[in-house]
Antibody, heavy 116, light 107 residues
Framework: QVQLVQSGAEVKKPGASVKVSCMASGYIFSSYGITWLRQAPGQGLEWMGWISIYNGNTNYAPRLQGRVTMTRDTSTGTAYMELRGLRSDDTGLYFC?????????WGQGTLVNVSS | DMQMTQSPSSLSASVGDRVTITCQASHDINDYLNWYQHKPGKAPKLLIYDASNLETGVPSRFSGSGSGTDFTFTISSLQAEDIATYYC?????????FGQGTKVQIK
């Protein structure tokens, strides 16, 4: 069955970087894109960006452009999301999801806490 | 960015009630709209894709309709396990955007 397993919770100081991983299994990794989303405490869902696993092309949310980088390792079936220059309002739950123009399978979420 | 206006922001209904949520896009998005259920501490779950298609394994009490700018999501008979926040999401144009969410509670 399709599974996306994310890395564990992170605590970071303002200005630091965080890199979250998302290991896929149960399907042909290169056949689908991966989208990253997040939810700040008490807020709704926010689309962060997308990576094509096939060729590595990316598309990022304008408000995160310049701070976010999405990559993938096809040899291990893992996608990565790195966010730099962390601020307190980056605190939240981060998700990866398989993207087939809908997000049909999701990782379990990774809590990122940015605090001094 | 495409704006998605979802209403109501919250609602309270009794078990067995019919529940309706609306989502309005700022521009024509054809039928490029999905609906998700999100329970606290869990990953969101896809319920409806392409405005009206039921995702495999999702109970038939959930349904969606609409096209263009106006969309509706319906739970035909609310169950206790349906307590969650529901979101619409458009994929007509990047950046993909979500409605603000509707928190559904039991009266």
């Amino acid at each position: 069955q399709v599974q996306l397993v994310q890395s564990g919770a992170e605590v970071k100081k303002p200005g630091a970087s965080v890199k979250v991983s998302c290991m896929a299994s149960g399907y042909i990794f290169s056949s689908y894109g991966i989208t990253w989303l997040r939810q700040a405490p008490g807020q709704g869902l926010e689309w962060m960006g997308w990576i094509s696993i096939y060729n590595g092309n990316t598309n990022y949310a304008p408000r995160l452009q310049g701070r976010v980088t999405m990559t993938r390792d096809t040899s291990t079936g893992t996608a990565y999301m790195e966010l730099r220059g962390l601020r307190s309002d980056d605190t939240g739950l981060y998700f990866c999801a398989r993207d087939i123009r809908r997000f049909d399978h999701w990782g379990q979420g990774t809590l990122v806490n940015v605090s001094s | 960015d495409m704006q998605m206006t979802q209403s109501p922001s919250s609602l309270s209904a009794s078990v067995g009630d019919r529940v309706t949520i609306t989502c309005q896009a700022s521009h024509d998005i054809n039928d490029y709209l999905n609906w998700y259920q999100h329970k606290p501490g869990k990953a969101p779950k896809l319920l409806i894709y392409d405005a009206s298609n039921l995702e495999t394994g999702v109970p038939s009490r959930f349904s969606g309709s609409g096209s263009g700018t106006d969309f509706t999501f319906t739970i035909s008979s609310l169950q206790a396990e349906d307590i969650a926040t529901y979101y619409c999401q458009q994929y007509e144009s990047l950046p993909y955007t979500f409605g603000q969410g509707t928190k559904v509670q039991i009266k």
